[in-house]
Structures are given as C-alpha cells and as structure tokens.
C-alpha cells in the first residue's frame, strides 16, 4: 500500500531561506535562493548585498564584485555592500582602492563596529606596504604600483577618521585577561578510549570534570591520571540528567563538551581560544566528523552540534537522548555561532555499535521523550533514523510520515529526513514511492548532495539508469563547490560506484572502468569497485585484468563462492586450467555441490585432457540439475574427445530438444561432424546456429571450411567473407578466403 504522506507547500520566501543557508554555510543554497529572490525583487539591495557574500564564499570574487557594484549603484547610502567591497579589493592586493571604499563605508555608517575594524584592517595593509617600499627604497611598492605619497595620503584621511569616530564612539577592545575552559564529560566503561579523548584537549582546557554512570573497568583510574574531578552519578535513563550534572560542577568561564569516543582535532585549539577571547556569541556549534573505520581517511559523516558554550546556569540540556542544549540558550536570549574546530569521533563504527547496543538503548529512551512532546521533530527525526539503523523499515516509515509535513529547508537535519525516507522505501521494495517524494523535496527547497544521491539510488533500483547518472552527478558537482554537513561519501566514492552500476547496467563497460578507477583512487580496498571492474573487463575479453580485480575482491571476501567461480572461469579464458581446475575443486569443497560448480570444474578437467573424471562430474551436475543446457553440451564434448560420436550427438541432440534455439548444440554438433568428414551435415548444423546467432563470426568460419572441403568455393567465399565482416582481425578466415578466390581463379 502506497505511503501516505502529507507534504508540505513549496516554500516561496527565498531571500529568508537564503539567510537561513548563509548563516549555515550552505554557499549553494545561498546563492541558489538569492537567485530566486532577486527574479521576484531585482532591487533587494539586501538580497544583493548577501548574494555577493555567498559568491565569495564559495570563492566566485569576481561576480561577487559586480553584485555589489550593483548593490551601491542601486542604494549609494547603504553602507554593507560598500565594507564587503573594500574587503573583496583588500584581498586582492588593491588596498588603496579599498581605502577609498572603506572610508565611504564608515562615512555612511560611522557607529558600525564592523565597518571601524575593516577600515582599521586596511590601514595596517596600507602601514605594511609603506614599510616596505622603504625598505625597497623605492617609489612604487611592488603590491599595486601606488606611490608612496599617494598611501601616505590616503593613511592621513583613514587617521583623521579614526581619531574623530574614537572622540566619539566607544569600540570594544579585545578582554585582556585569558577566558578559563571546563571539559566536561559523561563516561562509563571507557578505559579503553578515554586516554586519547582527554590528551587530545589536554593543552587547551583548564579543567576537566567527569561524572562517571557505573564504570566497572579502569575509567576512572584513567580519568583521575589527567588530574580530572570525578563524580559518581547513578544513571536515570537520561543522557541531559547526566550532562547537567557534570556542567554544573564545572569552574570555568566556558564548557567544552566532549565524549570519550572523541578526539579534538590539534587545529581546533586555537580556534576555540580565538572565538573565546573575542567573543561574537554565547554558544558555538563544532564540526563533528563520524567515522565508520578507525581511520581517518576512512568514510566520513559531518555533522554539526553545540559543544562550547559560556558557563551559565541557565543553559541546561534537554531530552533523554540525542540532547541538546541549543534551546535553553534561545529561551534564555543566548547567541549561537558556528566555528571551523573539528572534533573526530568514533562511536559509530560497525564494532561500537553492536557492542553497545545503541540502537534498542536509544530506541526506548525517544520513545519516552516523544510521549512528553508528541510533535518534537527532532525526536521524530531521531526516532525515524534508529528504527532505520535497526532495520525496522515500516515502524521508521511510521514515524517519518509524521515528521516530513514538519520539516522544511530551514531544519539543518531536514534533507536527512528525506534520506532516511528514501532508504525505508528502498529497502522495502517501493523505490518509485521514494522517487516520488524526493523530487518533492527538490522542489521545495531541499538542495543537497545526499538528496540528490538518494534520488539517483531510488532511480538506479528501478533500471532508470541515465536519470540515475544525472542526479549522481549533481551530488558530485554540489560536493565540490562548497563545505556541507552529511556523509561526504555521497559526493565522492559512492557516487562514483553508483554511476559506474548504471553503466554496467547500460552496457558501457569502458565507462564501468573509468568510473571504478575513481573509486579505487580513493578507496583501494573497495570490494564492490573491484567486483564491478572483474566483471567489465571479462566483457570487454581482457581476462588479465579481470584476473587481478577478482583476486583482490576474493582477498577482502575469501568465502564469496560466487566470485570464486568467477575467477575459475577467468582462469579458463586464459587457458590456466590447473589452476581453475583448483579454484573449482576449493569451491565444492567449501560451498557444497552445486550443478555449476560440477560442470565448471568438469569443463577445466576435459580442457586438460582428464576426459574420465570430466566425464563424473558433467553427469552429476546433469543428475542435480536435468536441465543444464551447458552440462549436457560439455559432456557431448567430452564424449566427442573420448571418441565416443553417437553418444555425443545424442548429448546435442537433447539439447536441441530443450531449446530449440540453443545456437552452440548446433555449432558444437557441427564441430563433431566437422571433424568426421560429415562436411554437409556440419555444414548443415553451422547454418541452423548462425539462424539464432548471426553475429558469430567463428560459426562463418567453421561454414566456410565446410564449403571449401565440399570444393564450394563461392560459397565458402561468401562465408568468409561475412566472418571478416564481423571480425576483420581474423587471420583465419583471410587466409582461407585467399586460398578460396585461388581455386575460383583456377577453376575459371
């Protein structure tokens, strides 16, 4: 039954969702909704002002500019576009052009502390470039070619400014005395991790508080090595108890947040300390990166969360799991900000996860928090995500056809939910549902590479293999433009190993190859990039190639009996038949019998001339499955190299009987008749093949042979001639067909 599910109206103000992307960091959206705003309002000086800024962000200064230049022709009394201008040109080296612009920034706005700093800012350029032609001893500094005098005029104006604004305006100075930091932490049996969490933030923090739920290993041992406080606190099933506990022991000016499955990245400590000492907020989102493996190279998931925050005693967490402390700041009017620190962490790798339990712990703990607020879209979200982790689809897609009405692009966990729907959907077989809503999402607003990634899933699983690529694309192309929160795999591997299952899918193999080799680039050991590589080389006939992806897909999946046989087969290709031969034994020795596994190693047994054993295993693959085509042909080849015609024809016979379309019956009876000196009946049997498989150039060859032994010799021409056609490399049938037009000349 199709999921019912009540979605929301497309969201029409662009320029407040382009401010919401801004303040987010999500370049492309910003620009992509500003866009939108100014088609509907071309002189939205602030909707300029702010597009300009997201295009510089994502490093596009020179459209930037001109948006501006816009902006102040549009409003020569607005002050912003004037300051972003002088800041776009001060990078740029053109410092006393920014000068100018920043003085009349400043002019405009002289009680705006950002424009008093950047005109400051400009002044230590213009002090800087003075030194420097000094130094040079010459006229002209080397930054833009202005003069010495003309600097030195321009440094008097920007000083007569910034003595008069100082007479009169009161600009805050950076606080002289170092702000105190608290790490504080909630643990329990942690031995094994806590170590490195605690040295990696050790040189930053002045304090480390631990409150400890049950340890029963060495936790606290290790917590106490790094003089931290420790405090037993008996678990109340909620993580926010347990976090404010700990926050409420803390002595410093600012709490940092962190588990003991984390790592502070080494550059973050002097982002901390800078966004503590010069303050723009009260509380700070951080980059967390979730790692699947141990390493860091390894697949990420990015995702950001308040860790920092001032030390107040009204900002408290919320939520028995998944807590979070952002609203207790809103309500108590607290600022939030977003830093560049990183903090690594660990809990979510396959081994963590199992050993924990999270999934079942967490799944109860939302459960009780979604009775006390039944319209909480974060529980909801979080709820949905669990029960998706778990594998428990349909009670996901319950609570997801309660959250999507809720969501919109404004919620930085909002495409996430449409990601989750599309994978419930998928799993359970429904992916046009999924394809149906994702488009929705686009539409209303939800621009992001996992969106597109998910859309380009949902249309791979229905064999919609072009659409698929274009959207994979997209994801790619969005991934690389600009810093964004989600699995950063969906814009890289992932992406690149979908699109090269769509052009298996269509057939392209080069393209398979091209693809795979992306993937391999970033993940060597990527099993999956590796299968797909075997099988693109096998069609493409370079059974080398495909030797060594198999061999390194078997390296990382020893017990893939699938694959194994796969590379026997390889092997076969390439005449190794030993070695097939012991592929296919290891086969039926680990994996049981199977009719496929008898008949290939049958096959690779009479290739070697073992013709009597050949011969056991194609009847018991015959007698495990009567109606194997290929078993039956090969054991008529067997039979034909053991001597034994009648037998052998019977064997081809039947094949025929089964199928009587099954071209290589006719080609292999051909062969056996060929090679009694049967010329017409072969003939015969070469010509009811090519019926149903016109394109084999050797079936052309081997008719050709016929005529020619039958003294036919146009008519064996004709069919080299149609061989060459279909292989013009085959020096066979060059050499027979000039050997055919010499009989014809003779016999003229």
């Given at each position: 039954m199709p999921l019912k599910i009540k979605t929301s109206e497309p969201v029409v103000n662009a320029k407040d969702l382009g401010m919401q992307a801004l303040k987010e960091r999500n370049w492309l959206e910003a620009v992509d909704h500003f866009h939108r705003a100014l088609d509907h309002n071309p002189t939205d000086v602030e909707a300029l002002n702010?597009?300009?800024?997201?295009?510089?962000?994502?490093?596009?200064?020179?459209?930037?500019?001109?948006?501006?230049?816009?902006?102040?022709?549009?409003?020569?009394?607005?002050?912003?576009p004037y300051r972003n201008l002088a800041v776009l040109l001060a990078r740029e080296g053109r410092a006393l052009e920014a000068a100018e612009i920043a003085c009349k920034a400043f002019e405009l706005a002289p009680d705006c502390s950002a424009n008093f700093q950047v005109l400051n800012d400009i002044r230590s350029l213009l002090r800087s470039a003075v030194s420097k032609g000094k130094k040079g001893r010459r006229k002209k500094t080397r930054e833009a070619g202005y003069t010495l005098e003309q600097i030195n005029s321009c440094l008097s104006r920007i000083n007569r400014i910034m003595r008069t604004a100082a007479a009169s305006q009161s600009y805050s100075k950076a606080v002289s005395i170092r702000p105190s930091i608290s790490l504080c932490m909630i643990v329990k049996n942690e031995e094994s991790v806590l170590s490195e969490c605690l040295s990696s933030a050790r040189d930053l923090v002045d304090e480390v508080v631990v409150v400890d739920t049950g340890s029963t290993d060495g936790t606290i041992e290790v917590a106490k090595s790094y003089n931290a406080?420790?405090?037993?606190?008996?678990?109340?099933?909620?993580?926010?108890?347990?976090?404010?506990?700990?926050?409420?022991r803390a002595h410093g000016d600012w709490i940092l947040v962190l588990d003991a499955d984390e790592r502070l990245d080494p550059s973050a400590h002097k982002v901390i300390r800078e966004a503590i000492t010069k303050p723009v907020a009260d509380a700070y989102t951080l980059n967390i990166y979730n790692y699947g493996t141990e390493s860091e190279n390894a697949g990420v998931f990015i995702h950001r969360t308040c860790r920092l925050f001032r030390n107040r005693t009204e900002y408290r967490y919320e939520g028995r799991v998944h807590e979070r402390i952002t609203s207790s700041i809103e309500r108590s009017g607290g600022k939030l900000a977003h830093i560049s620190a990183i903090i690594h962490h660990y809990g979510y790798k396959p081994d963590v996860v199992q050993e924990k339990q999270k999934h079942e712990r967490y799944i109860q703990l939302l459960l009780a928090d979604l009775d006390e607020n039944p319209n909480d879209v974060f529980c909801l979200y979080n709820l949905s995500s669990a029960y998706t982790s778990a594998g428990n689809y349909e009670k996901a897609l319950e609570y997801l056809a309660k959250v999507v009405p809720l969501v919109s692009p404004r919620h930085e966990f909002g495409y996430a939910v449409y990601c989750l729907l599309t994978q419930a959907l998928c799993n359970l077989g429904r992916p046009d549902e999924a394809i149906t809503l994702l488009k929705h999402a686009v539409q209303t607003g939800f621009h992001h590479p996992e969106v597109y990634f998910q859309l380009g899933t949902a249309l791979l699983l229905t064999g919609e293999y072009e659409d698929?690529?274009?959207?994979?694309?997209?994801?790619?192309?969005?991934?690389?433009?600009?810093?964004?929160?989600?699995?950063?795999?969906?814009a890289g591997y992932k992406a690149f190993l979908a699109i090269a299952s769509c052009y298996m899918g269509i057939g392209e193999f080069p393209k398979v190859i091209q693809y795979c080799e992306k993937v391999i680039k970033l993940r060597p050991e990527d099993a999956k990039a590796h299968e797909l590589l075997a099988l693109a080389y096998m069609c493409t006939g370079d059974f080398t190639r495909a030797e060594h992806h198999i061999q390194r897909y078997l390296d990382m999946n020893p017990e893939d009996s699938q694959v194994l046989c796969r590379l026997g087969e390889t092997l076969l290709a390439q005449q190794k038949y030993e070695r097939a031969e012991r592929i296919f034994r290891k086969t039926l020795a680990s994996n049981g019998e199977s009719a496929t596994a008898h008949m290939s190693l049958a096959d690779s047994l009479r290739l070697q001339g073992k013709l009597e054993e050949a011969e056991k295993h194609y009847l018991r693959a015959i007698e495990l499955e009567p109606e194997c085509i290929d078993a039956h042909i090969g054991l008529g080849k067997n039979y034909h190299a053991l001597g034994d015609f009648h037998a052998a024809l019977e064997c081809f016979a039947k094949c025929v009987d089964m199928n009587p379309k099954c071209a290589n019956a006719y080609f292999s009876a051909g062969d056996l008749l060929y090679s009694i000196g049967r010329y017409q009946e072969a003939a015969d049997a070469y010509q009811n093949g090519l019926t149903y498989y016109p394109t084999h150039a050797a079936g052309f060859l081997a008719l050709g042979n016929c005529y020619f032994n039958m003294q036919a010799f146009e008519a064996a021409a004709l069919a080299y001639r149609q061989s060459l056609s279909l292989d013009p490399g085959c020096k066979q049938a060059s050499s027979n067909l000039g050997l055919c037009l010499d009989r014809l000349r003779q016999v003229a």
């Open positions: 702010a597009l300009a800024n997201a295009l510089c962000a994502l490093g596009n200064t020179r459209e930037a500019r001109s948006v501006l230049g816009r902006a102040v022709a549009l409003q020569p009394d607005f002050a912003d406080q420790v405090y037993n606190y008996e678990w109340t099933d909620s993580f926010s108890d347990a976090r404010n506990q700990a926050i409420s698929a690529i274009d959207n994979f694309l997209i994801a790619v192309r969005m991934g690389e433009k600009a810093f964004w929160i989600g699995d950063q795999d969906v």
